[in-house]
């Protein structure tokens, strides 16, 4: 049958070659999830990151950063979030950014005051090759939030090869241009000693992959020295001793002092 | 007379209208002072040959304020205080270069504008007109009725000439664009921009400058003036960047550009300059990139307002909400802020979002001086299993005296959030009751 082959090259065509698909990877940095991933996730894409539930923003917004940070390489980001997001979550603080990795001076804070103009923003930044990602951060579902909208920032971000990670808050997962689309819930940290609370840590799952992949959940814990992540174990019960340094000071208190 | 209408007098509505007739004095020359409570002066000099001559000017003047219904008087002299005592009580339209003194001779002294007392004592002397006060020698007149009369008089009889201080200084560079039949499409309006800003841009390199603002005035035909105004990071000339800027800005626009029945003129003004030599990029790339984003931030600015596009800037303090400020990103300087380095192998010790102001929450302490073991925030109640600190931070009492002093607690919920909690006060020392609060939120 040779149209049908006609048909399927065309097709092919259309949907760029699997090599262009597979092109510009960036992994977690944690051989369990990259395997699982076959290397990571697209750079120069839409990502999407649900908030498994209201109370999970902080740690959807954590983990958007991560994945911002390990898509930009040392390039700049922007993070485009509506303004009432500072009243309900608080606003974004630059010691806290520079304590999970990242540089406060390269990072452009863009605050319109309706999904609309954060969706523009976005679009803006995609567009800006010297943007290593951007992320915008949306509360709830939005009407100019559609299968429209996020193939046009799709579409733009492969064009410069911005990363896009939109940060999905109070809204149920929906069908979207999206190359990955993952929900994210805080999970208890490894506790240091003297049950202090340890790196951050998230309970992932891969809702949805483009190219087919089948949803899987993960626990990670974000290593902000080397901006990657780490499988976190599984156990709460054991407290990990630090390599580096006796379990407990010599003398210590009952408590880890902090400053 | 049962038809008259009467209205208190409302100083203020005719300010206001009076600096919008300064506005649309504007199209005539870019020097435009106000002379309250009623008045305009206008400096045309090298300005009348646009209109077909100084008589050509007066009457459009005259024209486009009365099609508004307005009663108006116009006089064109040598120097502002003869135009101006000459269009409230003379009868020439345009005195002829150096006939101020000739002309403004039969005007009542009145034109002289003094005070009351100063004019009574003029009448008591028999002076009654500017003709009588000319010919006396000045040093008697300024010995008996005070220096201000002889200045006056002096600036009046055309022989003291000062310059006006206009309304708004004039721009490095202006351009303009003409239209015979008034233009409403936004494809018209954004075609005479385009050709503005290349003749603006040609201007710019010829003196080796770039602009920082851009002005853009749109005159409609009845008088009314908008002027939209953007602002570049960096100084620039480069045309396409300045209108993608206009078309984000008068995108954005609250209340539309309204060409009512058409614009006749479109101006595009400099006000702010800055050397600009001709540049080319390096091989690496780097200073292209940096332009880039300095156009991205441009053009955020212009579409979202320069108050939502920010950039973090630190500040040596150890108080949390002013270590890191959120401000306009082009007055940040991009100079990297010397941040504490933290030990390898931590977990981030300040959280990801910060409240300001902390959110107050109820507590279950598990002692004075520890960490809480339930708390409330939001109506939900959080069972503590992971705590670290405190840190104590104290207030600045140089800035604001009595500040509580601050023990602040990471704590880490049963369902793995992580929060940044503190309890104000010492306890017993600064208060009996210490307050709990919620600072930031971890990742």
């Known amino acids: 049958m040779p149209d049908l082959s006609a048909l399927r090259r065309a097709i092919s065509a259309l949907e760029r070659s699997s090599a262009c698909e597979r092109g510009d990877l960036f992994g977690f940095g944690a051989p369990e999830i990259d395997g699982a991933l076959g290397g990571g996730i697209r750079r120069g894409a839409l990502h999407e990151v649900y908030a498994r539930k209201e109370t999970d923003s902080a740690a959807a917004s954590g983990f958007g950063l991560c994945l911002a940070l390990r898509a930009a390489r040392d390039r700049p980001l922007v993070w485009a979030r509506q303004d009432f997001l500072d009243l309900e979550t608080g606003a974004l603080h630059g010691a806290g950014i520079a304590a999970f990795g990242g540089d406060p001076a390269k990072i452009l804070v863009v605050r319109p005051g309706d999904a609309a103009g954060v969706l523009r923003a976005a679009g803006e930044a995609a567009r800006c090759p010297a943007i290593g990602a951007a992320l915008l951060e949306v509360w709830g579902a939005p009407k100019t939030l559609d299968l429209k909208a996020s193939r046009r920032l799709g579409l733009a971000s492969e064009k410069s090869g911005v990363t896009l ?14 190359q990955s689309r993952w929900s994210v819930a805080a999970a208890v940290s490894t506790a240091l000693q003297d049950n202090a609370p340890g790196r951050p840590a998230f309970d992932i799952e891969l809702l949805r992959h483009r190219s087919g992949l089948p949803p899987r959940a993960f626990r990670l814990e974000w290593d902000r020295d080397s901006l990657s992540f780490a499988a976190a174990p599984l156990s709460r019960s054991v407290a990990a001793v630090p390599a580096d340094r006796p379990a407990r000071p010599a003398g210590g208190g009952l408590r880890r002092r902090a400053g | 007379m049962p038809g008259l209408i009467a209205r208190d007098h409302e100083p203020d509505e005719d300010a206001a209208l009076l600096a919008r007739f300064a506005e649309a004095a504007d199209r005539w020359t870019p020097l435009v002072a106000l002379d309250p409570p009623h008045g305009l002066v206008l400096d045309v000099t090298g300005c009348a040959h646009l209109f077909g001559g100084e008589a050509g000017l007066r009457d ?362 503190y309890r104000a006060g010492l306890y017993e020392r600064e208060t009996a009751r210490p307050r709990w609060y919620l600072h930031g939120l971890f990742a």
């Open chain 1, 165 to 178: 990670v939109m940060i999905r808050r109070a809204a149920a997962p929906e069908p979207s241009a999206a």
């Open chain 2, 60 to 421: 459009d003047v005259l024209k486009r304020f009365r099609t508004g219904g307005f009663s108006i008087r116009a006089c064109l002299a040598g120097t502002p205080d003869a135009a101006k005592a000459l269009a409230r009580f003379g009868r020439v339209a345009i005195v002829p270069t150096g006939g101020e003194a000739a002309a403004v001779r039969p005007l009542p002294i009145a034109a002289l504008r003094l005070e009351e007392v100063e004019r009574a004592a003029l009448s008591l002397a028999g002076l009654k007109r500017i003709g009588d006060l000319a010919d006396i020698a000045s040093a008697p007149l300024a010995a008996r009725f005070g220096e201000e009369l002889s200045s006056r008089l002096r600036r009046v009889l055309g022989r003291d000439d000062i310059r006006i201080t206009p309304l708004r200084p004039p721009p490095a560079v202006r351009v303009e664009k003409r239209f015979a039949e008034p233009i409403a499409h936004q494809e018209a309006i954004e075609s005479a921009l385009g050709e503005l800003a290349s003749r603006a841009a040609a201007l710019l390199e010829e003196t080796g400058r770039g602009g920082r603002r851009f002005e853009a005035g749109f005159f409609r035909t009845d008088g009314a003036v908008r002027r939209i105004a953007v602002e570049t990071g960096r100084p620039s000339r480069d045309v396409r960047a300045v209108l993608r800027l206009f078309r984000e800005r008068l995108d954005a626009l609250a209340d539309p550009l309204d060409p009512g029945f058409g614009f006749d003129i479109v101006r595009l003004a400099v006000p702010t300059v800055e050397p600009l030599g001709q540049t080319q990029p390096g091989l690496d790339g780097k200073a292209v990139e940096e332009d880039e984003l300095s156009d991205l931030v441009d053009r955020l600015a212009a579409r979202f307002g320069a108050e939502r596009v920010l950039r973090f800037s630190a500040a040596d303090t150890h108080d949390p909400a002013r270590a890191s400020r959120l401000a306009p990103a082009p007055a940040v300087s991009r100079r990297e802020a010397a941040r504490p380095e933290q030990e390898a192998g931590e977990p981030p010790l300040r959280p990801l979002q910060l409240f300001e102001p902390p959110q107050p929450i109820e507590t279950l302490a598990e002692a004075p001086d520890g960490p809480p073991l339930r708390f409330r925030w939001r109506r939900a109640l959080h069972r503590v299993v992971h705590a670290e600190g405190p840190e104590r931070i104290a207030g600045e009492w140089w800035r604001a005296p009595n500040q509580p002093t601050r023990d602040y607690y990471r704590v880490e919920d049963d369902e793995g959030r992580r929060f940044w909690l």
